[in-house]
């Protein structure tokens, strides 16, 4: 607040001042809230994955990549999430061809997108099947791209101008 009892305009650099609640920052940026009871949630769901998720758990403990299973993101929970890199990782049973799972799904993906998570779906029946070439797809997908490249060096000595 200013003298004149008004609040001023946030640090434009800044996003705001801390605890303001102003709208700055990007969405990335901003942490997302865990529904009620979501945590309680979480846990049951990792104490009854399917057969599909155990397997491809087990495969990423062994990559050692710090993922999270059945992890809370907002009111919803993410299958895995990788968090380095933002990456949610979906393992969809044959519930989620159902039309109306197919909505929610693509209503859940675009709230995921928009708090800057990327999602990739795998079919249950791929990750028991294919369990390898899931996780090589979910590597990929947690690796930064590389950077571009630099123009070449100049090297040493080398003249600075062409002086005529």
Known sequence: ?????????????????????????????????????????????????????RLLWEALRKRKMNFRRQAPIGRFIADFVHLASRLVIEVDGPFHDLPDRQISDAARTR??????????RFPEKQVRDELMAVVEQIVAATTPPPSPALPPSRGKGAPRYDVR
């Open 111 to 120: 709230w995921l997108n928009d708090n800057g998570y990327r999602v990739i």
């Open 1 to 53: 607040m200013n003298i004149d009892g008004r609040h001023s305009a946030p640090f434009p650099l800044e996003g705001g001042r801390a605890g303001d609640g102003g709208g700055g920052g990007s969405a990335a940026a901003r942490p997302t809230r865990i529904a009620p009871g979501g945590i309680d949630r979480a846990r049951r769901l990792r104490r009854e994955q399917t057969l599909a998720e």
